[in-house]
């Protein structure tokens, strides 16, 4: 994750928005983390991870797991 001064963020905001097609960018002002800037994809990306994680931690089945059972069906 890129991390920039919001003073560094002003002046490079053409990069922020490029590199946050990819990755989050953190935006910090006085050494504190106040802003995230991400695209769309990769939020989804983010969000389906944490979901999946979240799933495995319980026990519950991945897609392609539940898929496999109702094919052998």
Do not use: P
């Not at 800037?37 to 319980?58: G, N």
């Amino acid at each position: 994750m890129l991390t920039l001064t919001s003073s560094q963020a002003q002046n490079t905001f053409g990069q922020v928005i490029n590199t946050s097609q990819q990755e989050a960018v953190s935006i910090t002002r006085r050494n504190k983390v106040v802003s995230l800037v991400m695209s769309s994809k990769v939020l989804e990306e983010y969000i389906d991870t944490r979901l999946a994680l979240e799933s495995k931690q319980k026990g519950l089945l991945s897609v392609s797991e539940s898929q496999s059972i109702l094919d052998h069906r």
